[in-house]
Nanobody, 119 residues
Framework: QVQLVESGGGLVQAGGSLRLSCAAS????????MGWYRQAPGKERELVAT???????DYADSVKGRFTISRASARSTVDLQMNSLKPEDSAVYYC?????????????WGKGTLVTVSS
C-alpha cells in the first residue's frame, strides 16, 4: 500500500498564490504518473494536472498558464504551484498516483486538501 499525504491548502484572496505538496509513503519511481485532481461542491472530480515519469505534463485548460506541476528528483513527491487564483479554483484538491503498472498494481488517492479562494 502507498499513502499519499497532501499539504499546503488554505484560504487565499483572488489573484494570490498557493503551493500544494504531496508526499508518498513509498517510492513511486515505478509509477506511470502522479498528479492533482480537484472536486468542488456539487461537481465531479476533475483533472488539474498530471506528470508522467517521463516528464510529460497535462493540464486542464482552465489552469494552463497559471498552475505548474513538478515532481522531485526522487519522484515520490509532487507539487502544484498555483498562481493567479480565482474563486472558481476553490475545491478540495486530491493527490493522485497511478501505480497500475507498478509492483503495487493500483491507483492511489490522498485524502485531499481544501483550497478556498475568496473574491
Amino acid at each position: 500500500q502507498v499513502q499519499l499525504v497532501e499539504s499546503g491548502g488554505g484560504l487565499v484572496q483572488a489573484g494570490g498564490s498557493l503551493r500544494l505538496s504531496c508526499a508518498a509513503s513509498r517510492s513511486t519511481t515505478s509509477f506511470n504518473a502522479m498528479g492533482w485532481y480537484r472536486q468542488a461542491p456539487g461537481k465531479e472530480r476533475e483533472l488539474v494536472a498530471t506528470m508522467t515519469t517521463g516528464g510529460i505534463v497535462d493540464y486542464a485548460d482552465s489552469v494552463k498558464g497559471r498552475f505548474t506541476i513538478s515532481r522531485a528528483s526522487a519522484r515520490s513527491t509532487v507539487d502544484l504551484q498555483m498562481n493567479s487564483l480565482k474563486p472558481e479554483d476553490s475545491a478540495v484538491y486530491y493527490c493522485y498516483a497511478d501505480g497500475r503498472r507498478s509492483f503495487y498494481g493500483a491507483e492511489y488517492w490522498g485524502k485531499g486538501t481544501l483550497v478556498t479562494v475568496s473574491s
